[in-house]
């Protein structure tokens, strides 16, 4: 059976999802501590649940304390992760809401998705979330608005590697989407593309509807189907198609806040983790464009099992690692 969107996060040979360290907020000043997350050392000066309910504080209540305030720090005591109290969480630039609680975008998705979109011919800042080294929050944030504002320049963007020119009219498809935050980037960053969303749960629909309108995406070129995998979209062919399936073997155990607060069906995929990634190997040669890219992020610890997948069906694939230099995900053409 086909599931909805997620993204493992792991690294070092460490499951992340229970770092809640990963999970960034919106506003300047929490944009800046995203950026020093992500780009510098991890600092123990300040446990994890602490800075959540300080995130929670200046993001959704402006740092009044109040009772929906002490209400939603009960929900962080109980373990609900903190994207999900406050109702969004940050993707590339974006706001992407998470009403009806699809998976939590990971930051390791983030990463790939600026690479897919810049190879699609989208600019973007070399000071992204791969950077190392100590950085001030100060710092953090004039990178921050450097490469806001490189983005913003990709109308000018050059032919890229793989053909798939800014002049050309570019089909994406997000599967999987969940909250569509890689269709939502790929909308904002490729202007002119088509973005089509594929996702099983309808739940999700409003969801991905409310993050094209609240951060004011062109609607008309959105296009939501929901279904099994690539079934509602019948023949069709796309320049570039994105995915973040579930990977995970059903017998892994997660931390409870994954476990008990975010989608199973966003999780889980059979006794290997690679279910759904076989059926999307398998149909993937009819719906990608000729010297068109399927993006693929996989579990690291079955990325050559989920390359040879691909491989098998006569495509071409090779395993790209994250920002972490672990292997993440599986970048395939047509032979």
């Given at each position: 059976m086909a599931?909805?969107a997620?993204?493992?996060?792991?690294a070092?040979?460490?499951?992340?999802?229970?770092?809640?360290r990963?999970?960034?907020?919106?506003?300047?000043?929490?944009?800046s501590?995203?950026?020093?997350?992500h780009?510098s050392?991890?600092?123990?000066a300040?446990?994890?649940?602490?800075?959540?309910?300080?995130w929670?504080?200046?993001?959704?209540?402006g740092g009044a304390?109040s009772?929906?305030?002490e209400?939603?720090?009960?929900?962080l005591?109980?373990?609900?992760?903190?994207?999900?109290?406050?109702g969004?969480?940050?993707?590339?630039g974006?706001e992407?809401?998470?009403?009806?609680?699809?998976?939590?975008?990971?930051p390791?998705?983030?990463?790939w998705?600026?690479?897919?979109?810049?190879a699609?011919?989208?600019?973007?800042?070399?000071?992204?979330?791969?950077h190392g080294?100590?950085?001030?929050?100060?710092?953090?944030?004039r990178?921050?608005?450097?490469r806001?504002e490189a983005?913003r320049?990709?109308v000018n963007?050059?032919?890229?590697?793989?053909?798939l020119?800014?002049?050309?009219q570019?089909?994406f498809?997000?599967?999987?989407?969940?909250?569509?935050?890689?269709?939502?980037?790929a909308?904002?960053?490729?202007?002119?593309a088509?973005?089509?969303?594929g996702?099983?749960?309808?739940?999700?629909?409003?969801?991905?509807?409310?993050?094209v309108?609240?951060?004011?995406?062109?609607g008309?070129?959105?296009?939501?189907?929901?279904?099994?995998?690539f079934?509602?979209?019948g023949?069709?062919?796309?320049?570039?198609?994105?995915?973040?399936?579930?990977?995970i073997?059903?017998?892994?155990e997660?931390?409870?806040s994954?476990?008990?607060?975010e989608?199973?069906?966003a999780?889980?995929?059979?006794t290997?983790?690679?279910?759904?990634?076989?059926?999307?190997?398998?149909?993937?040669?009819?719906?990608?464009?000729p010297g068109?890219?399927?993006?693929?992020?996989?579990?690291?610890?079955?990325?050559?099992?989920a390359?040879?997948?691909?491989?098998?069906?006569?495509?071409?694939?090779?395993?790209r690692?994250?920002?972490?230099?672990?292997?993440?995900?599986?970048?395939?053409?047509?032979?």
């Open positions: 599931r909805v997620t993204a493992v996060v792991i070092a040979g460490t499951n992340l999802f229970a770092e809640k990963k999970r960034p907020l919106l506003t300047e000043w929490a944009l501590l995203w950026y020093c997350r780009m050392k991890p600092s123990s300040e446990p994890s649940k602490n800075r959540d309910a300080r929670l504080l200046e993001e959704k209540y304390k009772p929906a305030y209400a939603d720090l009960a929900r005591k109980a373990g609900e992760p903190v994207a999900y109290v406050i969004h969480q940050p993707f590339l974006l992407i809401y998470l009403d009806s609680h699809p998976l939590i975008p990971r390791e998705t983030e990463w998705t600026e690479r897919m979109l810049s699609a011919g989208a600019v973007f800042s070399a000071t992204s979330s791969s080294g100590d950085m001030s929050a100060r710092e953090g944030f990178s921050a608005t450097a806001e983005i320049q990709q963007t050059p032919p890229s590697s793989n053909g020119s800014s002049q050309k570019v089909s498809l997000d599967l999987c989407a969940g909250s569509g935050a890689i269709g939502c980037a909308l904002k960053y490729r202007p002119g088509q973005v089509y969303f996702e099983l749960d309808a739940a999700h629909e409003k969801t991905i509807l409310k993050n309108r609240e951060n004011n995406l062109d008309q070129r959105a296009h939501i189907r929901i279904g099994d995998l079934e509602p979209f023949d069709m062919q796309f320049d570039v198609i994105a995915s973040n399936p579930p990977y073997a059903d017998d892994r997660l931390e409870p994954v476990a008990n607060y989608p199973a069906l999780l889980r995929s059979g290997d983790g690679l279910d759904l990634i076989r059926r999307i190997a398998t149909e993937l040669p009819k719906h990608l464009a068109g890219e399927a993006w693929i992020e996989c579990d690291s610890a079955h990325a050559a099992a390359c040879a997948l691909f491989t098998a069906q006569g495509l071409t694939a090779s395993i690692t994250d920002q972490y230099d672990q292997p993440r995900l599986i970048v395939v053409s047509l032979s």
